[in-house]
């Protein structure tokens, strides 16, 4: 395994991305495929191909070679014997991103996809290993930069949108700007007019004009069609950490399991820069790297997961004998569902200022990643908020930042933000808080945020000052919106109402409707916690098992009271 490549995690965790199995390991997986032989040149995997099997090979050995689409091909690694084909799109059907190619004689073990999961369950061991090697090569193909390509300025509005989209994802991409010579090369070469950008390029040379992140997911695989005709145990809108963990626990226990989300798996918590008070990581972790390991135990226990789609209504199965529920999606799909789980989340709530939107997605943000910190590098920026959420954004920020205003309206930080964050903060020199204060005006044009002008509430004191950037963590909203005709009950807040609330009786995190759960920020009640939402999402299968039980129970009292 000698190879030339950009990754800095292929060279620091080589063996873990690519573990070589003894012989008694390849034994106990024959079980699971079949041998398969290729001949010197022949391709095993083809970028942008739908993934058909992992090969584990037993002699020989295949070259992995990335397409980068600027320059020429590059290989990524060579796997001989004991090694074995993959990354994380070999769990979820999605299309690869590089080519494999036998060199020489090769003979594999061929294990069909719908075989990995059993695999990674049945064999723990040494599934284990080849789990995290699917997570690693991931890793280590988002930094090399494969992929679709993004092309266009990085401050453009819809470039960071577009970015931000395959980040949350996990998806490996790149960037150019049009102004270098790559970017000016692709353009010419695909006749696009610089008012025409953002385009991406993506595998196989597919030119998409500023797409929305649905097109973009189409192209690139990251979506297919559902099969109208599958009934699903559980459907489970919103794949924030409530969603995630009910799919994980409902997955693991042999539920049919479809979870969906309109944006990216993470929710919130994924745009978290640091989370340090979750139980297990004394040391903190991104929000990002919290949610992709949720979001990659999902696809291990076998969860069908769809994002970016989105739930537009929920209704009760029109189809005889069925008392269940058909979930209409914005691409026109319909989904049959025995039961849903509601963790759709809370929308940003947004600043009280006129021109907002003209600078929103370029200029004004709503969560603080890496992409946005490259955008603030050495300049003022300023934070709208007084919750966690505010406060990690400030830390993250002021290593990236001159300069960073964090604004409240209340007397201090210490009615809504933790202790250690605070303490934090106050040792950041290049932090100012300053409360009892408000945003009044935003000034630019074109998109780009050129000054930003506030006053305290008690002096009525104004100030304005050059910043480009503004960020804002002023809470949410409940995503109730799609639920308007379900019959689903709500507070006067919008909020889910579930169990005791209701006073019906109802189950705990069961809504007014049999059969549909709600849980994590969309529950009337719900502790905002990163932890709170893991735990209800535990906690609502329990739930969801009685009420399948129970549906089964009558569906075959209904059918014993039939027969003749």
Known sequence: MAEATRSPTLESRRHQMFPVLEPADIDRLRRYGEPREFADGERLIKAGEAITAMYVILKGQTVATLHDGLVAREP???????????????????PALVDIDAQGAVE??????????????????????????????????????????????????????????LTRNGHPHQRVDDTDSCGQCLMERFKVHPHELPV????????????????????????????????????????????????????SEGLCTLALDCRAFGGQAGASSRIENYLGFPTGITGMALMGRAYSQA???????????????LQPSRESNSSG??????????????????ASGANYRRLDVENLAAFEGSSVHYWASPIEGRLCKEQEVAIVGAGNSAGQAAVFLATQAKKVWLILRGYSLHASMSRYLIERI????????????????????????????????????????????????????????????????????????????????????ETNLPGVFAIGDVRAGSIK???????EGAQVVATLHRFLAKADEEQSRIAESGRP
């Open 108 to 165: 594999t073990l061929a294990i069909p996809s719908q075989r990995i999961r059993d695999l990674l369950v049945e064999e723990a061991e040494i599934g284990e290993r080849m789990m995290r090697a699917l997570i690693l090569r991931r890793v280590g193909l988002i930094e090399s930069g494969v992929g679709p390509i993004i092309i266009g300025p990085a401050h453009n509005a819809d470039v960071v949108r577009l970015e931000g989209f």
């Open 76 to 94: 990524f690694v060579t796997v001989g014997p004991g090694g074995f084909t993959g990354e994380l799109a070999q769990l979820s059907g999605r």
């Open 529 to 535: 916690r990163v932890a709170a939402a893991v735990g």
């Open 426 to 509: 106050a040792q950041l020199p290049n932090v100012e808080v300053l409360a009892q204060t408000e945003i009044i005006a935003l000034e630019g044009e074109h998109g780009a945020l050129e000054a930003v002008r506030w006053r305290h509430r008690a002096t009525a004191e104004e100030t304005r000052r050059l910043i480009r950037h503004l960020f804002l963590f002023i809470g949410a909203e409940p995503n109730t919106a799609w639920l308007a005709d379900s019959g689903v009950s709500l507070d006067d807040k919008g909020f889910v109402c579930t169990g005791a609330d209701l006073g019906n009786g109802q189950a705990a995190l």
């Open 325 to 342: 529920y058909a979930l209409a999606l914005a691409s026109g799909e319909r989904i049959k569902t025995r039961a849903v789980i509601i």
């Open 200 to 251: 991406v390029l993506c595998p196989g040379e597919v030119l998409l004009r500023n797409p929305s992140e649905t097109e973009l997911a189409r192209c690139i695989g990251m979506v297919g069609t559902i099969d109208s005709n599958k009934l699903f145990d559980v459907t489970i809108v919103g794949s924030g950490p409530a969603g995630l963990a009910a799919a994980v626990y409902a997955a």
């Open 299 to 313: 696809l291990k226990f076998g969860v069908d997961v769809e994002i970016p789609d989105e739930a537009v209504s």
